[in-house]
């Protein structure tokens, strides 16, 4: 017993482990590749949780030409209160495309806090142009394609285009679903007559104010905001509390 070694030891101990299968799982290292799959797959399970938040998207278009100035700097406020209305109901997001100048058509990314859209507005400027509506319709017609859009809403106070151009498109939107609600400031009767046959076609409503009538138009756009976060009960649920622009809207719409 003495004379035996320290590897014949090692040797003897050894042979009491069972030795391994050959069939045993192995467990990979993961490579780049199975991460960047992880954190796709992590992205649009995020994705999925906040459109389960927000049961509303809403495009919000503006006429930015020079003779909007006063109307873009009280909807920069206004819109705030949009969000908060909405969110009373299911929750809402809102994409903004506004036009202006020599052919600038923009749209953001997709809002879902109020203050967050509020900066962005802020940042631009009315520049002198002719209304682009063709381009609003178009910008719309792409996002309801692509998902859902409750609906959308387009403040202007003029119409300088081929009305009949724009009603092939409005009816597009009529059969996708997505109504124009429709608001004018001023009463010009071209731009009345264009808008009314819009918000026909797309099953939306119309409305006019006057200029500087911020809670008018407030009124209106919180109204929107409730029918495109909970429908047309969450609507006429707002009718019955007596706001006028609820009962605006329904009157128009089918």
């Not at 209305?85 to 953001?108: N, W």
């Not at 009315?126 to 387009?154: D, N, P």
């Not at 081929?162 to 010009?188: I, K, N, S, T, Y």
Request: proline share 3%; with cysteine.
């Amino acid at each position: 017993m003495a004379g035996r070694t320290p590897t014949t030891d090692r040797r003897k101990q050894g042979s009491h482990l069972e030795p391994p299968r050959p069939d045993a799982a192995v467990t990979p290292v993961s490579g780049a590749s199975e991460v960047a799959a992880f954190l796709e797959q992590a992205k649009s399970l995020k994705s999925a949780a906040k459109r389960t938040q927000t049961s509303g998207r809403l495009i919000f278009a503006l006429d930015a030409t020079m003779s909007r100035q006063p109307t873009w700097d009280q909807a920069c406020h206004i819109q705030a209160e949009m969000f908060r209305e909405a969110d009373k109901v299911a929750g809402l997001e809102i994409k903004l495309v506004y036009f202006r100048g020599f052919g600038e058509c923009k749209s953001s990314r997709w809002f879902s806090h109020g203050d967050e859209m509020a900066k962005a507005m802020s940042r631009i400027d009315c520049q002198g142009g002719r209304t682009q509506i063709r381009k609003v319709l178009a910008s719309g017609l792409k996002e309801a394609r692509a998902e859902k859009v409750s609906a959308i809403v387009y403040v202007g106070d003029c119409m300088e285009e081929d009305v009949d151009q724009l009603c092939a498109r409005a009816g597009e939107l009529g059969l996708l679903g997505v109504p124009m609600f429709l608001f004018q400031e001023g009463r010009d009767p071209v731009a009345e007559q264009a808008f009314r046959e819009i918000a026909r076609l797309t099953n939306g409503a119309y409305g006019s104010f006057d200029a500087g009538a911020a809670r008018q138009l407030a009124e209106l756009l919180k109204a929107v905001a409730v029918y495109a976060s909970g429908g047309r009960d969450a609507l006429v649920a707002l009718e019955k509390r007596g706001d006028a622009g609820a009962r605006l809207l329904i009157e128009q719409m089918k």
